[in-house]
């Protein structure tokens, strides 16, 4: 049996979808709320509407279970970042 035939009568265990185009995640869209809202940060810089983030989340199929992640606590909200230049030691 090749590949394209066990792709498409379910013998495969790398997909659910059976050799048919998966549905778009909605996390990949510009409705969805991961990375903003307009001009608001999205869950991934404030955390700002995460149960709408996991209803999401929990949509995408990929076979594996996955934890939805932290915000990120790197993200500096549109602030610049201090300058080496500007902060010298002493």
Do not use: C, I
């Not at 792709?7 to 050799?19: E, H, K, M, R, V």
């Not at 903003?36 to 709408?52: D, H």
Request: without cysteine; hydrophobic residues 25%.
């Amino acid at each position: 049996m090749g590949l394209l035939n066990k792709l498409q009568n379910s013998d495969s265990t790398l997909t659910p979808y059976d050799g048919v185009t998966p549905p778009t995640n909605v996390g990949a869209t510009k409705s969805s709320k991961l990375h903003a809202y307009g001009n608001l940060p999205g869950y991934s810089l404030s955390g700002a509407f995460a149960s709408e983030v996991r209803k999401d989340y929990t949509l995408y199929n990929d076979g594996v279970l996955n934890a939805l992640p932290q915000p990120s606590n790197l993200d500096l909200n549109g602030k610049d970042q201090q300058k080496y230049s500007d902060n010298k030691p002493k």
